[in-house]
């Protein structure tokens, strides 16, 4: 017995120098938690377009800062799918809205213009309905809806701290119908709330991405007209009754990721390498999406786009919740055209709620080949 046991205590020691035991979860610092406001730097950040994010660090390099966003709300008439005409309420001109890029901690500062006054940029505003933003990863006040209600040609001004780590939903909610209204025409995007040590892998280790790609997804409910073509609305107002009787059937009659159909197969090419490590996100604001990459996986993938949850490892599609998000890491190892879609097939091809991501830089024959070119089949 005496003789056994240092040999056990060996073994034990050895087995945990090996593997050390597993720290994932972080405890909040006090310092950074009670850091005063007052003391805080303020930084501006330019937003810019989906799919793309502002440039940004992806470690906290000082104490919490105050981040002044803006966005400017417009009603505006697209031609989501060839010859269907849709009026959205779209953040910053665009559907969906940006993608402000904050860590936890931060206070984000927020302008909220009903209209705009960059002409230049985002064109006339004539809009004609109050409208307002609840952000998911603030706390209080209907996530800050009960105090953003802004009428047109007016602007208002909201602060708030991001306490939890993710990516997180908005969305216009003005309240009863316009809620569902102002969101299935456009009214949502999301935001990055980027824990302050960065990302980090199943194991704890720092994880860092060389790029990446947000795909907000959008459904629509557009009417018919008698005649089965489709209904084009003078404005914002005018679309709303009939759509409204579309959005009780509870079936979109289209379905597209940044907005319109081709968007990211056509109009915008999503590149990347060999070798790129690609945090891809995905929010959608009105029902649940089950995003997949036709080719590749899910190196690490967030639950619910939480990076306080410890990530699942090499999934192969993984989930939306409406209202919600997805935040998935992948390390691209072939090249060729990947699909990023809604995993509901349907969904992803007879409507379009996909993406293409190219990638180029070599291909590993050990990964995958051709045993033999197609051929007669022979005896077997
Ligand atoms: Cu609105």
């Known amino acids: 017995m005496n003789k056994l046991l240092p040999l056990a205590l060996l073994t034990i020691v050895a087995a945990s120098c090996a593997q050390p035991p597993a720290q994932w979860e972080l405890r909040d610092d006090p310092a950074i938690v ?128 991001a306490v939890k780590s993710g990516f997180f939903v908005y969305h216009c909610a003005p309240g009863g119908e316009m809620v569902p209204y102002h969101v299935v025409t456009g009214g949502n995007g999301a935001l990055l709330v980027l824990p302050r040590e960065g990302l980090r892998d199943g194991f704890g280790d720092p994880l860092r991405y060389d790029k990446v790609f947000y795909f907000g997804e959008q459904d629509y409910y557009v009417p018919k007209n008698a005649d089965g073509t489709w209904r084009r609305p003078t404005n914002f107002i005018d679309q709303m009754a009939p759509m409204l009787d579309v959005m009780r ?29 690609v945090l891809m996100l995905h929010s959608q604001a009105n029902n649940p999406s089950f995003p997949h990459l036709i080719g590749g996986h899910g190196d690490w993938v967030y639950p619910y786009g939480k990076f306080g949850n410890k990530p699942d490892a090499n999934l192969e599609s993984w989930d939306v919740v409406a209202g919600g998000t997805a935040a998935a890491v992948y390390t691209f190892k072939q090249d060729g055209v990947y699909a990023y879609l809604n995993h509901n097939l349907i969904k992803a091809f007879l409507f379009d709620a996909k993406a293409f991501i190219h990638v180029t830089g070599g291909w590993d024959d050990n990964l995958m080949h051709n045993s033999f070119e197609a051929r007669p089949i022979t005896a077997n």
């Open 249 to 277: 059937g509870l079936t979109p009659t289209h379905i597209a990721f940044n907005g319109k159909y081709g968007a990211l197969t056509a109009d915008i090419r999503l590149e990347a390498a060999v070798g790129e490590t």
């Open 34 to 161: 009670n850091f005063d406001r007052a003391n805080a730097v303020s930084v501006d950040q330019e937003l810019v377009d989906p799919p793309f994010l502002p440039v940004h660090d992806q470690v906290a390099s000082g104490p919490p800062r105050v981040v002044n966003i803006r966005l400017e709300i417009i009603e505006r008439e697209v031609e989501i799918a060839p010859g269907v005409f849709v009026w959205q309420m779209a953040f910053n001109n665009s559907v969906p809205g940006p993608v402000p890029v904050v860590f936890q901690w931060d206070w984000v500062n927020l302008t909220l213009v009903n209209g705009t006054t960059n002409t230049v940029r985002f064109g006339e505003s004539s809009n004609t309905m109050a409208h307002n933003i609840d952000f998911h990863a603030s706390t209080g006040a209907l996530g800050g809806g009960g105090l953003t209600v802004v009428a047109p040609g007016e602007e208002i001004g909201l602060e708030w701290r």
